[in-house]
């Protein structure tokens, strides 16, 4: 048992399967304090506080604080979140680890002892990012992907092999196993922890490098996704500094008509909480309709808390959480002790009771309809009836202006117009990896289509929107056909948004084997894949013999990982991608993922859209989206009878009795049995050995974080900014995919350039999120995003921009990439801001936007306002985050880019201890206060110290 100042007189013990168990009652507090009011998810963080009291970090003045909540108030008081574990996936894995490894150097650099450089909580890394659909559509797939995969990535696996062997607390689920999401659900999460070295039982909690580390609140373990910056400090044992959130409570009442999937819930909930405004709230369900979700819905509504931007969205624990821990191979021991625990500690759903909740939102079960999203965002639900109609109106932002018939416009090739609804562009451009890269400008998402005017339309007799029609003849595999605009060319069930759900899963194999036997096949554009969340699915596929099913329609298992919804979808083949690109073709995906920003699922298709499992076999029968479910026919049966999608769709009770039949509780067992031993060629592959890493001055993927180079022993003064220039001036909804590296790397971009310069062909590049790793490639690649508006280099698109500077370096005015604009700049000694609009950062959670940020010489991102992820990387990395005053903008006060920047007051209040709430920015004849947007205390210490990192390594270094 543990010493603690226990203040509260909270410490007890529980004793449950034959173990005395220490905890930190909540109830001791009830009679001072009415802590059974709060809601789950802060009765879990008062326990996190009560139990970490005296730390260093919590204090009984933020017990107290979070005891006495007041549910209306906006968030102000800071307390410090102390997780229980962390789980990565390996694009934001590797880079963990990489700084990791250079810390340990950096320690042995300032006289400290390496080994002290180690995970003091769990941490877990699943691999499951990095698979790529090249091959799909025959038997082969799975193993001719799972090759490639190898191929390209060896050398990262060798050194994520090598961090699993040094780090004692630090584990790696093998490549071909499963998404982190599903895996973290269905084997690593514990519902209540228990610390073996302090005899404690505690509830389950955890932040991950991947923003959908939400899906797991499905299970009641409170978590959510932060960067790698935060994560890897939590790992280190920091606590998470937070302001104790408003939290909306998400009432559920109903159940769900025949015919409605959870999917069609998700994008229910997502449409109606991103209408109410949750961003940086906590989401919590409650009422009678919880009791009639299945834990793989609530799952699948976890998963999307970051589409309607709430910090986490979570369902207290209940007889389900039990059902499912137990079907899922968990011992017994522990489900007498999570029920037991939350019991004790008042954990347990009632749903007859309401909690108070800062705000409450109610939805009626029965209500919900067959729904798709798009074309380029999660929230943008349609019901499926509509869906060809709203796909028509769409599609007239999407194709040329000759198509549509109106006049061109004298927009530069390649730059799309602005986007006709203000503040609603959310593109999170483009994750694709093709190892071949430099696609055509044709191939570029958004080339020469659109306009930011009206443009004639025709219309047919009901008056919806048309266009003249654009087929273009093609020939593939012996086969004619014709392609056009709307037409679906990429089918993919994907992503762990969906695949941890039966229901969804085993509706899909049923639609295609109703399809099947009538004679139905998908269209021969279509590029279908099947991707599951974990082995278990394909279990249970093909115990049901729906995988036949499936494959007959060509949905092949194709990886165990993230592809299509990251981008991952790879190439299309190469006479479709020829038809589409020649032609201008605005075609379609449609995927069961959670995410389908404009660039982001495969540089040849313009509109995406979110849709059921069993939704995306359909589309992929009617081989478009200018299709009408209910009147038009998917297709013809062997007799020649038009078939409709209500002959294919089962009914609610096939389904259930199909996922019956299937799923049982050993295949999890079997499964996860020995999930981190990994195939043959994840063990044969030549790892290095030693505590210390040897790194390989050649290496491309792997290279020691500069972070500590030439780092003193303790913090330098902070200095105000002083003669800055401005690197990039941008919009509104700028997202994390906009500002950090990812999908392919062009030839002719900074990063290409310097991988051919170092002997690495074009064919070999991979992608930018395989070599998150070399800071050299990602610092070429931040604000390179293909779908980048610089408005400082109008009418450009891409990592662009105007050097300011008359001193030779470049030429004065002139535009360039904005890697040798900065480098040119820090040369001369010249701090860089950027400007910003609305929810800057939003999008993934991804470390290097921050990263990459910081060692382009960003001093100071100036935005009208952040999303919670990316503000906090900034911080964590030392770059200083300021609010424009609110109701201005770059805009309304005339700022061009071109201006000098000073910020004035900060140096002083940081040197003494003290936060500033603003500082004085003034550009060129220009003055603003702007809003100081560090936070807390602690991110203050942590842009003292010039980011979380050096903060966490000086720590370490004193107390060693």
């Known amino acids: ?98 700084d990791l490894a250079a810390m340990r150097d950096a320690m042995a650099d300032l006289g400290g002892d390496p080994s002290k450089i180690e995970p003091l909580v769990p941490a877990e890394l699943v691999i499951d990012h990095s698979v790529q659909v090249d091959a799909f559509g025959n038997p082969q797939a799975f193993a001719t992907n799972a090759a490639k995969e190898f191929e390209r990535n060896e050398e990262r696996y060798q050194f994520l092999r090598w961090g699993q062997n040094a780090f004692d607390s630090f584990k790696v689920v093998p490549p071909d196993t499963g998404i982190v999401h599903q895996v973290n659900l269905e084997y690593l999460s514990r519902a209540v922890f228990v610390n073996d070295k302090t005899g404690q039982a505690y509830p389950d909690t955890l932040v991950g490098t991947d923003s959908h580390t939400t899906m797991v609140n499905g299970l009641g373990v409170l978590g959510w996704g932060v960067g790698g910056i935060e994560a890897e400090a939590a790992m280190l044992g920091q606590p998470i500094p937070m302001l104790i959130p408003n939290v909306v409570g998400f009432k559920l009442t109903g159940e769900l008509p025949e015919g409605a999937t959870a999917t069609d819930l998700v994008l229910t909930v997502t449409e109606l909480l991103r209408q109410t405004g949750v961003v940086g709230k906590f989401v919590e369900f409650f009422g009678e309709g919880v009791t009639r979700l299945p834990l793989a819905d609530r799952a699948t509504i976890g998963n999307m808390s970051p589409e309607f931007g709430s910090t986490c969205a979570i369902f207290p624990i209940d007889e389900e959480t039990i059902r499912y821990l137990a079907f899922t191979g968990r011992p017994k021991e522990q489900l007498e002790l999570v029920e037991a625990y939350a019991k004790t500690q008042g954990l347990w759903h009632d749903p007859e009771e309401e909690p108070t909740f800062s705000q409450i939102v109610e939805l009626d079960l029965s209500t919900v309809v067959p729904s798709i999203a798009g074309p380029k965002r999660p929230q943008d639900r349609v019901a499926l009836s509509e869906a060809k109609t709203e796909f028509r109106e769409a599609l007239v932002n999407y194709v040329s202006t000759e198509d549509a018939g109106g006049a061109g416009d ?88 969906n695949t941890s759900n039966p229901s969804v899963m085993v509706a899909a194999g049923l639609v295609a084997r109703k399809a099947r036997e009538l004679g139905l096949d998908r269209k021969p554009w279509v590029k279908t894949s099947l991707a599951p969340g974990s082995m278990v699915v394909t279990d249970y596929l093909e115990r049901a013999g729906l995988n036949e099913d499936l494959d007959a329609l060509g949905f092949n298992l194709v990886g165990y990982g993230c592809t299509t919804c ?21 075609v379609t995906s449609v995927l069961s993922g959670n995410r389908n920003f404009e660039g982001r699922i495969n540089p040849d298709v313009k509109m995406n859209y979110l849709a059921s499992p069993p939704l995306v076999v359909a589309y992929a029968l009617a081989g478009t989206m200018d299709f009408d479910f209910e009147s038009d026919p998917i297709g013809q049966s062997s007799d020649g009878k038009d078939v409709y999608l209500k002959d294919v769709w089962p009914t609610s009770r096939e389904v259930a009795d199909t996922v019956q039949e299937c799923l049982q509780s050993d295949m999890f067992r079997k499964s996860y049995a020995q999930v981190f031993d990994g195939d043959e060629n994840w063990q044969n592959l030549d790892v290095p050995t030693g505590d210390r ?81 070399s800071h050299d490639v990602m610092i070429r690649g931040t604000f390179a995003n293909i779908r980048l508006r ?78 919670r992820i990316h503000r906090s990387n900034l911080v964590g990395m030392g770059v200083l985050p300021l609010q424009f005053p609110e109701g201005e903008s770059a805009e309304s006060l005339g700022l ?9 007051g900060l140096a002083d209040a940081l040197n003494a201890g003290e936060l500033p709430k603003t500082v004085k920015v003034t550009a060129g004849d220009v003055s603003f206060d702007a809003r100081v947007r560090i936070d807390t205390p602690k991110e203050a210490d942590y842009y003292r110290h010039g980011g979380i990192l050096r903060y966490v390594l000086r720590s370490l270094v004193a107390a060693n």
């Open 410 to 497: 004298d927009r530069k090739p390649g730059v799309p117009p602005a986007d006709t609804k203000k503040g609603s562009y959310e593109d999170e451009g483009s994750a694709m990896s093709f190892p071949s890269s430099d696609p055509p400008a044709s191939q570029v998402p958004g080339n020469g289509h659109g306009a930011d005017h009206d443009e004639p339309r025709e219309h047919d007799h009901s008056g919806v929107a048309t266009r003249a029609s654009t087929k273009t003849a093609v020939t593939m595999d012996g086969q004619e056909f014709e392609l056009d605009h709307g037409h679906v060319v990429i089918a993919a069930i994907t992503s762990c948004t």
């Open 566 to 586: 990251i981008g991952n979808s790879g190439p299309l083949p190469d006479e479709i991608s020829k038809a589409v690109n020649d032609a201008d073709l605005a």
């Open 790 to 867: 610089n408005q400082l280099a109008p009418g450009t698109e891409g990592g662009v921009t105007r050097y300011l500077l008359d001193d030779g370096k470049l030429p004065q005015g002139e535009e360039t990439s904005i890697f040798e604009a900065s480098q040119a700049y820090q040369e001369a000694g010249v701090p860089l801001v950027v400007l910003g609009g609305k929810e800057y950062g939003s999008g993934s959670s991804r470390d290097w936007a921050a990263k990459g940020t910081n060692l382009l010489g960003v001093r100071a991102v100036i935005a009208e306002s952040f999303e």
């Open 1 to 98: 048992m543990t010493d603690h100042p226990n203040s509260f007189g909270a410490k007890d013990t529980l004793s449950v399967g034959g173990r005395d168990l220490e905890i930190f009652r909540l109830d001791a507090l009830q009679s001072k304090y009415d802590v059974a009011r709060l809601p789950y998810s802060l009765k879990i963080l008062l326990e996190n506080l009560l139990r970490t009291e005296g730390n260093g970090s919590v204090t009984k003045e933020q017990i107290e604080a979070l005891a006495t909540w007041d549910a209306k108030a906006e968030p102000s008081e800071e307390i410090a979140y102390t997780p229980a574990r962390v789980v990565l996936q390996d694009f934001t894995g590797v880079p963990a680890v990489v």
């Open 896 to 904: 061009t880019g071109e201006e000098t920047f000073t910020v004035d």
């Open 693 to 773: 890493y040897a790194w390989d001055e050649s290496s491309t993927y792997v290279q020691k974080a500069p972070y500590f180079d030439g780092m003193p022993a303790e913090p330098t003064a902070v200095e105000d900014i002083q003669g800055a220039r401005v690197l990039a001036k941008l919009g509104d909804s700028v997202t994390t995919d906009h500002i950090s590296p990812a999908g392919a790397i062009k030839r002719t971009a900074p990063a290409g350039k310097y991988l051919e310069g170092r002997g690495v062909k074009p064919a070999d590049f991979n992608s930018y999120g395989s070599r998150r790793g």
